[in-house]
Nanobody, 124 residues
């Protein structure tokens, strides 16, 4: 059974950095495309970044381009989201998601497995 667990969220002042981790258990990370999403209460979940199975292709949403970096270590079964130059508008619940196979999915419905989320709060 595939399970995902996020860690690394927390509170930070604007301009700071946080790294989110996503650990996959129950399978091999190399077999999955991964995405990071965020969601505020009452709003739809939106993609932040996505990475294909071997890290050769990545996607970033416009609001985070140049500030966030998605990466993965398939040997450790862990994916990362390095977040720099954080802004108050980055405050959200962050989720990692996985789907078996190739491609670079950017829509929540394309993902089969989800973590429970980790809270990021950025103060001005």
């Amino acid at each position: 059974q595939v399970q995902l667990m996020e860690s690394g969220g927390g509170s930070m002042q604007a301009g700071g950095s946080l790294q989110l981790n996503c650990t996959l258990s129950g399978s091999r990370l190399v077999d999955y495309a991964l995405g990071w999403f965020r969601q505020s209460t009452g709003k739809e979940r939106e993609v932040v970044a996505a990475i294909n199975y071997n890290g050769g292709r990545v996607y970033y949403a416009d609001p985070v381009k140049g500030r966030f970096t998605i990466s993965r270590d398939n040997a450790k079964n862990v994916a990362y989201l390095q977040m720099n130059s954080l802004k108050p508008e980055d405050t959200d619940e962050y989720f990692c998601a996985a789907v078996y196979g190739g491609g670079l999915p950017r829509i929540p419905s394309q993902y089969a497995f989800w973590g429970q989320g980790t809270r990021v709060t950025i103060s001005s």
